[in-house]
């Protein structure tokens, strides 16, 4: 709230930005360039250093990107030349330990719908670069790395940030894009709801010896969902879920006992496999912001929800959040309306927190769905996978979910 005891926050407007944004992740970035095509200024405050972000080597993280996020970088000029992998095929299956090569569920094919590949694997690394090359040759964004942000300020008149080294930036609208934890959302007031799931994803990649030929692999092991995701050349992101004990036992130990644990889980149709980056651990856990806005101030991404990565979805959810608010300040902009003003925020509200709220439910319905090893639920899950995989109506209808085109499209991710 504002201090009576302080000017007006917005004390010279020539030297105040339109957006600030705090953090310098992906979301962050992306929304200050998508905010940019609009006329609107940013200012983005990450508290790491640039070096750090834009480290060229390869630590084995990935995304899985939709083609409606495909859409979106390519509207912003992000995509051209940007290494990226195909996915043409997802096969899903109720897969036990040893049998990743037996399918026995659902496959997806992208020859099913008109727009191409459902999605494509792009290495966090070449995607952070070419995130943060771009913004820095935008004139509109101001980049501020190593700002910790310690207090913030809203009010009717605008926003404000204090940095640690006593810094004050002012703005119109306070972005958190900081991630699960947002300090942002935390100084707002803003509460959360979630919980945790008892597992931890194990994440590395992988070389093959044989090609994946673009097919992703979702398989439903009793301990947690294993995904193999095709990277470029013969080499594949996995994502591991174990319960929390055995999965810190496993990181635990060298790179070839870690391969002789997953191998099994794997199995071998694709050959032999080998550690290609760093592996790293996350705990799972369910987070959803109650609010998306408080005055003057909307959050993005992690910030505003965190989800089981089971379908892939995370940063694909905060990328529709990115080109959703982007979508409701440049038309709001050029309607001559205050972008952060109540009204205007709350369009963004009503546009995402259902949509995440419905994706935080099915995943954490899938994950306690298939994260055991019940008979009886085993077979029920196996014959609700059949029925959909026999009706062609349904399936191209989970592919088109799966690629984003479902649902109402901000302007940056529409053909």
Same mark, same amino acid.
């Given at each position: 709230?504002?201090?009576?005891?302080?000017?007006?926050?917005?004390?010279?407007?020539?030297?105040?930005?339109?957006?600030?944004?705090?953090?310098?992740?992906?979301?962050?970035?992306?929304?200050?360039?998508?905010?940019?095509?609009?006329?609107?200024?940013?200012?983005?405050?990450?508290? =790491?250093?640039?070096?750090?972000?834009?480290?060229?080597?390869?630590?084995?993280?990935?995304?899985?990107?939709?083609?409606?996020?495909?859409?979106?970088?390519?509207?912003?000029?992000?995509?051209?030349?940007?290494?990226?992998?195909?996915?043409?095929?997802?096969?899903?299956?109720?897969?036990?330990?040893?049998?990743?090569?037996?399918?026995?569920?659902?496959?997806?094919?992208?020859?099913?719908?008109?727009?191409?590949?459902?999605?494509?694997?792009?290495?966090?690394?070449?995607?952070?670069?070419?995130?943060?090359?771009?913004?820095?040759?935008?004139? =509109?964004?101001?980049?501020?790395?190593?700002?910790?942000?310690?207090?913030?300020?809203?009010?009717?008149?605008?926003?404000?940030?204090?940095?640690?080294?006593?810094?004050?930036?002012?703005?119109?609208?306070?972005?958190?894009?900081?991630?699960?934890?947002?300090?942002?959302?935390?100084?707002?007031?803003?509460?959360?709801?979630?919980?945790?799931?008892?597992?931890?994803?194990?994440?590395?990649?992988?070389?093959?010896?044989?090609?994946?030929?673009?097919?992703?692999?979702?398989?439903?092991?009793?301990?947690?969902?294993?995904?193999?995701?095709?990277?470029?050349?013969?080499?594949?992101?996995?994502?591991?879920?174990?319960?929390?004990?055995?999965?810190?036992?496993?990181?635990?130990?060298?790179?070839?006992?870690?391969?002789?644990?997953?191998?099994?889980?794997?199995?071998?149709?694709?050959?032999?496999?080998? =550690?290609?980056?760093?592996?790293?651990?996350?705990?799972?856990?369910?987070?959803?912001?109650?609010?998306?806005?408080?005055?003057?101030?909307? =959050?993005?991404?992690?910030?505003?929800?965190?989800?089981?990565?089971?379908?892939?979805?995370?940063?694909?959810?905060?990328?529709?959040?990115?080109?959703?608010?982007?979508?409701?300040?440049?038309?709001?902009?050029?309607?001559?309306?205050?972008?952060?003003?109540?009204?205007?925020?709350?369009?963004?509200?009503?546009?995402?927190?259902?949509?995440?709220?419905?994706?935080?439910?099915?995943?954490?319905?899938?994950?306690?769905?298939?994260?055991?090893?019940?008979?009886?639920?085993?077979?029920?899950?196996?014959?609700?996978?059949?029925?959909?995989?026999?009706?062609?109506?349904?399936?191209?209808?989970?592919?088109?979910?799966?690629?984003?085109?479902?649902?109402?499209?901000?302007?940056?991710?529409?053909?």
């Amino acid at each position: 709230m504002d201090n009576p005891g302080r000017p007006p926050i917005l004390r010279d407007m020539e030297n105040a930005t339109d957006l600030i944004i705090v953090g310098g992740g992906l979301n962050g970035c992306a929304l200050a360039l998508a905010a940019a095509r609009s006329g609107l200024r940013s200012t983005v405050l990450d508290a =790491l250093p640039t070096d750090t972000r834009a480290a060229p080597g390869f630590d084995g993280r990935s995304y899985a990107l939709a083609l409606a996020s495909v859409r979106m970088l390519q509207a912003l000029d992000l995509w051209e030349g940007l290494p990226a992998q195909p996915m043409n095929e997802i096969k899903v299956s109720d897969g036990r330990v040893g049998d990743a090569e037996v399918f026995l569920g659902l496959h997806f094919d992208s020859d099913e719908i008109e727009e191409g590949p459902m999605g494509h694997m792009v290495e966090d690394r070449h995607l952070r670069q070419r995130l943060l090359q771009t913004m820095e040759a935008e004139p =509109l964004i101001t980049h501020m790395p190593e700002s910790r942000v310690v207090a913030q300020q809203t009010g009717p008149s605008g926003a404000s940030v204090t940095l640690e080294d006593g810094q004050e930036i002012t703005g119109k609208l306070l972005i958190g894009a900081d991630g699960r934890q947002s300090g942002t959302a935390q100084r707002a007031g803003i509460q959360r709801t979630g919980w945790g799931y008892g597992q931890r994803a194990l994440v590395c990649a992988i070389a093959h010896e044989k090609p994946h030929n673009g097919v992703a692999h979702q398989l439903f092991l009793p301990p947690g969902p294993l995904a193999i995701l095709p990277l470029t050349e013969n080499r594949s992101s996995i994502v591991w879920s174990e319960a929390e004990g055995r999965a810190q036992e496993i990181n635990a130990l060298s790179d070839e006992d870690y391969l002789t644990v997953l191998r099994p889980r794997f199995g071998d149709f694709l050959g032999e496999i080998s =550690l290609a980056g760093a592996r790293y651990i996350y705990p799972l856990n369910l987070t959803l912001a109650n609010a998306f806005v408080a005055e003057r101030l909307a =959050l993005v991404g992690d910030a505003a929800h965190g989800v089981h990565p089971i379908a892939g979805q995370g940063l694909n959810a905060g990328l529709r959040d990115v080109a959703a608010l982007a979508h409701v300040l440049a038309h709001a902009r050029r309607r001559g309306e205050d972008i952060a003003s109540p009204q205007v925020l709350e369009r963004y509200q009503r546009w995402r927190r259902f949509d995440t709220a419905t994706l935080a439910a099915a995943t954490d319905l899938f994950n306690r769905l298939f994260s055991n090893d019940s008979g009886l639920l085993r077979l029920g899950r196996d014959i609700g996978m059949a029925l959909v995989n026999a009706a062609p109506g349904l399936r191209r209808r989970f592919i088109r979910e799966a690629a984003g085109l479902t649902g109402d499209l901000p302007d940056l991710m529409r053909a």
